[in-house]
Nanobody, 120 residues
Framework: VQLQASGGGLVQAGGSLRLSCDTSGLTFSSYFMGWFRQAPGKERKFVAAIRFRGMTYYADSVKGRFTISRDNAKNTVYLQMNSLKTEDTAVYYC???????????????WGQGTQVTVSS
């Protein structure tokens, strides 16, 4: 199983980025997909998640600014990030879980992470 995250980079505050996570080796339709992030010196935290049929969940800190989506035909999950803030700076990880909880301990597979840096 592979989860390949991409799309990170350096952006000014107020800007946008779109992250992608391409998956292979798993039955994509069977997985609850999500994104986490980890800022320097801090623990990894939940950002957003999406079920196969499209139900979405967000951390309060990103509601109204980030949108998670998935393309079940391409086995890919996306995270559109708008109105970025300096506090969004982190390494972003995509995650896949067979269950229904999307917590660090329940995730089955992790992507390698992509760096997002938001400058002021």
């Amino acid at each position: 199983v592979q989860l390949q995250a991409s799309g990170g980079g350096l952006v000014q505050a107020g800007g946008s980025l779109r992250l992608s996570c391409d998956t292979s080796g798993l039955t994509f339709s069977s997985y609850f997909m999500g994104w986490f992030r980890q800022a320097p010196g801090k623990e990894r935290k939940f950002v957003a998640a999406i079920r196969f049929r499209g139900m979405t969940y967000y951390a309060d800190s990103v509601k109204g600014r980030f949108t998670i989506s998935r393309d079940n035909a391409k086995n890919t999950v996306y995270l559109q990030m708008n109105s970025l803030k300096t506090e969004d700076t982190a390494v972003y990880y995509c995650a896949a879980e067979r269950g229904a909880f999307m917590t660090q301990s329940s995730v089955d597979y992790w992507g390698q992470g992509t760096q997002v840096t938001v400058s002021s």
